[in-house]
Nanobody
Framework: VQLQASGGGLVQAGGSLRLSCAAS????????LGWFRQAPGKEREFVAT????????YYANSVRGRFTISRDNAKNTVYLQMNSLKPEDTAVYYC?????????????????WGQGTLVTVSS
């Protein structure tokens, strides 16, 4: 599985961004796709994940209600719509894939990673 993340940029607090993760490979329906982020000087943390087959999703408490993860099966793309952005959302965001039908939030279980895309939220 290969993943290509895009959509990062600079936005003011309260603004919105949509990240995209284009996936390629076989049997994508057997995978879950997740978004993680890593701020300077901090460990990588879970943001959101979605099951490719069922569409079930799960969010970190810090983003629940502000971020929405979705998938477009026809385009093999997963999106992360980020609204009401805060300066503390500033980080490099990574998409990742795990071969699982159930929700997985631990980064150590993810098998494939895309390159990061930088999101900067100014105050």
């Amino acid at each position: 599985v290969q993943l290509q993340a895009s959509g990062g940029g600079l936005v003011q607090a309260g603004g919105s961004l949509r990240l995209s993760c284009a996936a390629s490979g076989r049997a994508l329906s057997t995978y879950g796709l997740g978004w993680f982020r890593q701020a300077p000087g901090k460990e990588r943390e879970f943001v959101a994940t979605i099951s490719w087959s069922s569409g079930n999703s799960y969010y970190a408490n810090s983003v629940r209600g502000r971020f929405t993860i979705s998938r477009d099966n026809a385009k093999n793309t997963v999106y992360l719509q980020m609204n009401s952005l805060k300066p503390e959302d500033t980080a490099v965001y990574y998409c990742a894939a795990v071969k699982s039908y159930v929700i997985v939030t631990s980064s150590s279980h993810y098998d494939y990673w895309g390159q990061g895309t930088l999101v900067t939220v100014s105050s």
